[in-house]
């Protein structure tokens, strides 16, 4: 075990100190395209945790200057809908980003409607023509959570060059493009998941852990390599004898810590990046809108 306790990679504090950053570049990108960006999220349907998202990112686009375009629909809505709407804001020169919020119910075809989006304004990052853009290394919008791990790791100086990257998840939301941005940053990068003979070894010879399955306590310290870091992407929402609830990781926090040289805590961590890294690839598609145009 360390003498220490690891170091907290503090997403929360970092996520607030982008958005000052970005509302700096909005007021003076507005000078010259005299307007605000644009951010449509459109969300179907009444799950709660939805709508508590879509809520936290509607006050982020505040702090950032960022105009709201979002709609909300009936869970009954029909694709063809849905799909009308994408195409109105492809059009709209007010809108610079468009965001599905998952999940969906399940009559929908979420793949269909984001395929919809222009891959200009897919600010998720999950449109084909941006995944290709990522495979090839070429500029393009990037996934939010991934991004988000990656500006984390800068932030704090955390070394990815020649070092052993295991990535628990092969997702096309985090696990596949979180892998190859650290094979982009000269990683050496290992994706493990359910499948994965010897997990527990293989993850012992990280010395950058990204956990992003969603099964709660699923990393204890005795899988992790001392000194690593940790990055916990998992949300889960757990409730105590007495009813009370709350988010808590894939990793074993409090037995990891002891032993990793840096952790991301949830909440606090992975998850106010993302909302931070929405908000950057929102402003990043509107400095480049007059190459739309």
């Not at 958005?19 to 960006?37: F, G």
């Not at 998840?169 to 998941?193: E, F, N, Q, Y």
């Not at 037995?255 to 929405?278: D, E, F, N, R």
């Amino acid at each position: 075990m360390n003498a220490l306790p690891a170091q907290l990679l503090d997403g929360k504090a970092l996520a607030l100190s982008l958005q000052t950053e970005l509302a700096a570049e909005v007021r003076s990108l507005q000078q010259r395209l005299d307007r605000p960006p644009g951010l449509a999220v459109l969300m179907v349907g009444d799950n709660p945790a939805s709508a508590a998202y879509v809520r936290g990112k509607e006050k982020a686009c505040e702090k950032v200057g960022i105009a709201s375009f979002g709609q909300h629909f009936a869970t009954e809505t029909s694709q063809a809908v849905l799909e009308e709407v994408i195409q109105t804001l492809n059009h709209d020169p007010r809108v610079d980003g468009i965001l599905v919020q998952l999940p969906l119910p399940p009559h929908l075809d979420s793949v269909a409607l984001l395929n919809q989006i222009h891959p200009d304004k897919d600010v998720d990052g999950l449109h084909p023509v941006n995944l290709g853009r990522l495979v090839r290394g070429e500029l393009g919008l990037r996934s939010c959570t991934p991004s988000g791990v990656m500006r984390l790791l800068e932030e704090y100086h955390i070394e990815t060059q020649g070092k052993q990257a295991v990535v628990l998840g092969r997702s096309i939301l985090v696990g596949k493009p979180i892998a190859l941005m650290l094979l982009a940053a000269d990683a050496t990068v290992t994706i493990a998941h359910s499948q994965t003979v010897e997990l527990g070894a293989i993850v012992r010879s990280a010395d950058i852990l990204v956990v992003a399955v969603g099964r709660q306590g699923l990393i204890h310290a005795d899988m992790v390599k001392p000194g690593a870091t940790v990055i916990d992407v998992g949300i889960n929402r757990i409730t105590d004898s007495e009813g009370n609830s709350r988010l808590v990781g894939d990793v074993d926090f409090d037995s990891v810590q002891a032993v990793a040289g840096h952790i991301t805590p949830v909440p606090g961590g992975v998850g106010a990046m993302t909302v931070a890294m929405l908000m950057q690839n929102t402003v990043w598609s509107y400095s480049r809108s007059e190459k739309r145009a």
